[in-house]
Each structure stands twice: as structure tokens, then as C-alpha cells.
T-cell receptor, first 114, second 113 residues
């Protein structure tokens, strides 16, 4: 079955460390997104990419970086510059022109700073 | 730009109670409107949608009607079940860029047996 796989499910980061969250999809979707979810704040867009080798900042890109070297993969790196990284991170994808079919989301990665 | 306001939770109901979660929006034109649901520990999934005024979206017993007069898209269900316990998000496309969604803050629903 096609879908989005996020890994790991739980991730612990020490102060000053960079960590990378994986997002892989086998849906042949061209657009991919990273969201951060905090209690009571809904979903906030970090980065999105509509085509390989191109991506745009979302509303809260500071302290994060991404790459899109393959259509299937959109990893998110949480850098040490992100001062409050503890959150639930969601990856999503969609086929351009099929927005009415809804975004497909992964099951998320819960990142905790220890 | 477009925006959405969703009623705050948490909402706690008994099984078989009637559910309404309010959602109002401001938008340029008449964009499509969406409700997404997030079950505990999971990502979001599309629950229902409406693409034009007066459309009614429905799925799994949930309904929402696109009302341009009141700029609303309230989610309703006549008889909730424990399995409906989840967080519900109202959303619409960003003005000028329908590949970005504007999200409500989410409404947590807990249904007790």
C-alpha cells in the first residue's frame, strides 16, 4: 500500500545536537510538507517542496533545514539553532492538481530535548 | 489572506450525543473547505470537504455545509461514538496558493461511554 513513512517515531535530542527526521513516500506525489504541532497551536508550516531540488520556507523555518534530492524523500534537520524543538513533527504530501483529494500525512515523529 | 477560526476545546460528550464543532472563515472568493481528523498518536486524514457554496460534505456520519452567507463550515454528527474521540481541524487553501493550507487550531473531542 502507498503511504508516507516517518521515522523514527520517537527521538531524543541532547542540547546542541542536530537531528534529522526522515520522511519517505511512495505515492508519486510531487509536493511535500513539514509541519510542527504543539498543544493548542494547531499545525505550523516549517518547509515545503513542490519539486525536486527546490523548497520554500514556511512560517517557522528558523532553526530547521531540509533537502529534496529525490522525489520520494524530504528529510528535516532540526539544528541546534532551534531553541525549543520539543514537538510533534508531521510530514505530508500531495499530488499537485489533486488538492481536493486531501493531503496524505505520516504518523509523525515526537522529538524531545533531554 | 485567508483565515479560519475554530471553536476551542476540549469538547467532552457522552456516547450518542449530538456534536457540533464550529468553524468560520474569511477568504478571497469561494475556496474549497476541509475538515481533517487526527486520531491519538497518528497523523491527520481528510474527513470531508466541500468545494462550493451550499455543498454538503459527508463521511463516517459527519456532515458540514459550506455556508457563504455566514462564512461557516460547522462540523456535525448526530450520534457520536467513543471511536470518534480525536482532534478535528478545519482548513482552507491560502489565498493565491492552493498548495498551502491554512489550519484552524484544532478541537479535541473526547467521547465517554
Amino acid at each position: 500500500d502507498g503511504g508516507i513513512t516517518q521515522s523514527p517515531k520517537y527521538l531524543f535530542r541532547k542540547e546542541g545536537q542536530n537531528v534529522t527526521l526522515s520522511c519517505e513516500q511512495n505515492l508519486n506525489h510531487d509536493a511535500m510538507y513539514w509541519y510542527r504541532q504543539d498543544p493548542g497551536q494547531g499545525l505550523r508550516l516549517i518547509y515545503y517542496s513542490q519539486i525536486v531540488n527546490d523548497f520554500q520556507k514556511g512560517d517557522i523555518a528558523e532553526g530547521y533545514s531540509v533537502s529534496r534530492e529525490k522525489k520520494e524523500s524530504f528529510p528535516l534537520t532540526v539544528t541546534s539553532a532551534q531553541k525549543n524543538p520539543t514537538a510533534f513533527y508531521l510530514c505530508a504530501s500531495i499530488l499537485t492538481g489533486q488538492e481536493l483529494d486531501g493531503y496524505t500525512f505520516g504518523s509523525g515523529t515526537r522529538l524531545t530535548v533531554v | 489572506g485567508n483565515s479560519v477560526t475554530q471553536m476551542e476545546g476540549p469538547v467532552t460528550l457522552s456516547e450518542e450525543a449530538f456534536l457540533t464543532i464550529n468553524c468560520t472563515y474569511t477568504a478571497t472568493g469561494y475556496p474549497s473547505l476541509f475538515w481533517y481528523v487526527q486520531y491519538p498518536g497518528e497523523g491527520l486524514q481528510l474527513l470531508l470537504k466541500a468545494t462550493k457554496a451550499d455543498d454538503k460534505g459527508s463521511n463516517k456520519g459527519f456532515e458540514a455545509t459550506y455556508r457563504k452567507e455566514t462564512t461557516s463550515f460547522h462540523l456535525e454528527k448526530g450520534s457520536v461514538q467513543v471511536s470518534d474521540s480525536a482532534v478535528y481541524f478545519c482548513a482552507l487553501p491560502n489565498a493565491g496558493n492552493n498548495r498551502k493550507l491554512i489550519w484552524g487550531l484544532g478541537t479535541s473531542l473526547a467521547v465517554n461511554p
